[in-house]
Structures are given as C-alpha cells and as structure tokens.
C-alpha cells in the first residue's frame, strides 16, 4: 500500500532527493566511492557544498553582506549560539511554543530575555499581537512556525529592531526578506533533507558586537571564515539538502513552492471545517501552512483512537499530535504532494460517512 508520510521530523523528502542519494551512496560523482566515505575536503564534495550554498541564496535572494552556513547541533544549538553571539545585555521574546521557550531559556544565561508577548494562555494556540520592543533590546527573536501547535507568523514582524528567527520547519516554504534578519536558522528535517545539518543565515556585521569571549566552535565568525569547514560538516545531509535545492529550482523556485502550499493547507483546512467529526486547534488567522492541527469534535472524542486506526490502515503515517495537544497534526511540508493531502481527506470523508451516515450524504450534496 502506498504510505503517506505526515510525519513532523524528520519527515519527507521528495523521490528526487532520495533517489539522488540512494545514487551517490554507491557512487558519489563518478568518484567510484561512496558519499559516505569522501573527505569533506575532496574537490567533488568542495562542489557540493558551493553549490548548495549558491542555491539557498539564489532561491532566496540573499542580499550581500551575508553568509550561508551548515552547522552541526540541530536548531537546539542554535537557541544558544544566537544568544551567544549577539545578546550583550537585553533582547526580546515572542513565546509561541516550546522552541520559543527554549530559545528563552538559552538566551537567559547571557542576559535579560524580555518576553513582549505569549500565547501560554491558550496552549499556544494563537500568535500573540499587537506586542512592542522595549527600549534598549538588541534584536527580536521569533519562531515563523510553531511545529508543535500548528502556528505560524507568516508576515515577517514590523520591529525596529534587527530579527533573529527559528525556520525550521517553514524554511523555504514561502518568500521573505532575508535583509530583515541578522540571524535565520533552521535545521534541515523539516523541509530539506534528513536530520544532521542545521541551514544558518548570519548577517557578517552584526557578529563580534558582544564583549565575551566565544567558543571557538560557537563562534560564527568561526565558521564564516572557513566557510563552513572548520571541522567536518554534515558531508551527507548537506549532500541531499543540495538535492532538494535543484529540485526546488526545478519547480519554479520558492514563490511556486508557496503557491503549492496554499493549496495543500486550503483542501485540509477546509476539510476540517466541514466535516463534523473534526475541529481545528489553533486560530484561523495564524493557522500553519506546513502543521496542520486537529483534534475530533467535542462530541466525538471517544473515536479518536477509531479514526487513528482507520487512517493507519489507509497507508496515513505519521499523524498523531504532539502529546501536549492530541488529536492529530499533518505535516505537509514542501515535498508532500496534494495526492497525500487528498488521500488524508478521503478518509476523513470515508470515517465520517461510516460514523454519520445520515448526515454526511447532506453535507456531500
Ligand atoms: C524541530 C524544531 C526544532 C528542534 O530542532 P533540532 O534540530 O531537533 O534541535 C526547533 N525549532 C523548531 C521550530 C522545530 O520545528
């Protein structure tokens, strides 16, 4: 049966990335070796990494001035070498969700982590707004897409002050203005490639502001001037995030990949909207493109376990929600094609016709 991967991350990756990968696993560039066994410093992997490199900017018109980069640590890492290399004394917090506390937290060891707005309140349901930076904060941290909760900042914020912010899991999922940020990281198992390589966009003249000393590791500057290859980069992740690339160029580039997006999310969304058995968990106006959240409607949620099973035996993988809201999250990221998504509503379709027999042939009328 064919299986459909909603899983959060990692997650899928399309059959190019994958087939291109199984290729240079037994035969990298015509090297006859392996990806897996090539020096990171060997000319055809130098290619690679240059060439992955190029395309993020490309597809992303990264402006002069910054660096692309592929670290180790995952985004976790990122939370604290943000801090690290930019927060000499205050800077400001949006709490969407659990990283963005985890964020607050690093960024608590080297100083004062203001928070200007949270949806604790509500189980992170919602984008809080409407918040203001305090005088004096040296840069706005914010997460564009809650994984967990199903939220997403889709606008880049309005602050007068430099952003830093956590993509992972909508990197290169829609445009934006890269010149906004001083820092974008994201790490690769959400929309690029598998697990092991975290995507880094540092902004060269906002480093070496801060008074303490780095290290040397958790020093972009560190990685800046080795272009990425201070010691052993992710040789392959980085390899099958390159194919990812070409195959996002293929496509017509990120605004193409934006208008697939939409569509996706719009036949889910609108599926939970109208069919009875199911309820959408996060507000309608800050609702994610790439997770989408939903849990059984408040009369029918001794069938939760029910529709689990019936969507498992329908090919469904990977759609259990977060312990911390349940129901059920979709990830449809990039690579997720409209047939999985369809696939997904067909048996939300099927499960409500065999639950409300009745009622469902109106609502299909
Ligand atoms: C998955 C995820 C993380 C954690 O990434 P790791 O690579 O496991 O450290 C952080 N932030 C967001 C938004 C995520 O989706």
């Known amino acids: 049966m064919k299986k459909h991967n909603f899983y959060a991350g990692p997650s899928i990756l399309s059959p190019y990335t994958i087939e291109e990968t199984a290729k240079a696993v037994n035969n990298f560039a ?118 967990i ?96 690339l070409k195959w996002y160029k293929s496509l017509g580039g990120i605004e193409a990949i934006e208008k697939m997006n939409i569509e996706k999310a719009n036949v889910l969304y609108n599926e939970i909207d109208r069919n009875k058995l199911f309820v959408g968990t996060a507000a309608k106006e800050d609702r994610s493109l790439m997770n989408v959240c939903f849990v059984m409607n408040e009369d029918y949620k001794d069938l939760e376990t029910e529709f689990f099973e019936y969507a498992t035996s329908k090919g469904m993988v990977g759609i259990k929600g977060h312990r911390s809201v349940g129901g059920f999250r979709a990830s449809i990221y990039n690579a997720m094609p409209l047939e999985s998504v369809k696939a997904l509503v067909e048996c939300m379709q099927e499960f409500e016709k065999i639950k409300l027999p009745v009622k469902s042939e109106i609502y299909n009328n």
């Open 30 to 147: 015509g090297t006859g070796l392996s990806i897996l066994e090539v020096s990171h410093r060997s000319k055809p992997f130098i290619a690679v990494i240059e060439e992955a490199n190029a395309l993020i900017k490309e597809l992303l018109n990264v402006p002069e001035g910054y660096e692309v980069l592929f670290l180790g640590g995952g985004a976790s890492m990122q939370f604290c070498m943000t801090a690290y290399n930019l927060l000499e004394k205050k800077a400001a917090f949006l709490e969407t969700g659990t990283w963005a506390k985890n964020a607050i937290k690093e960024a608590k060891n080297f100083g004062e982590a203001v928070v200007v707005g949270s949806s604790a309140d509500k189980n992170f349901s919602y984008i809080p707004k409407g918040y203001s930076i305090p005088e004096g904060a040296e840069y706005f941290h914010y997460t564009s897409n809650n994984t």
């Open 149 to 244: 909760y199903g939220t997403q900042t889709y606008q880049t914020p309005q602050v007068n002050v430099p952003l830093v912010c956590d993509m992972s899991s909508d990197f290169m999922s829609h445009p934006f203005d890269v010149s906004k940020y001083d820092i974008i990281y994201a790490g690769a198992q959400k929309n690029l490639g598998p697990a092991g390589v975290t995507i880094v966009i540092v902004k060269k003249e906002a480093m070496g502001k801060v008074t303490r000393t780095i290290p040397t590791m958790l020093d972009y500057r560190t990685h800046i001037s080795k272009e990425s290859m201070f010691n052993t980069p992710p040789v392959l992740p980085i390899y099958s995030c390159l194919m990812t």
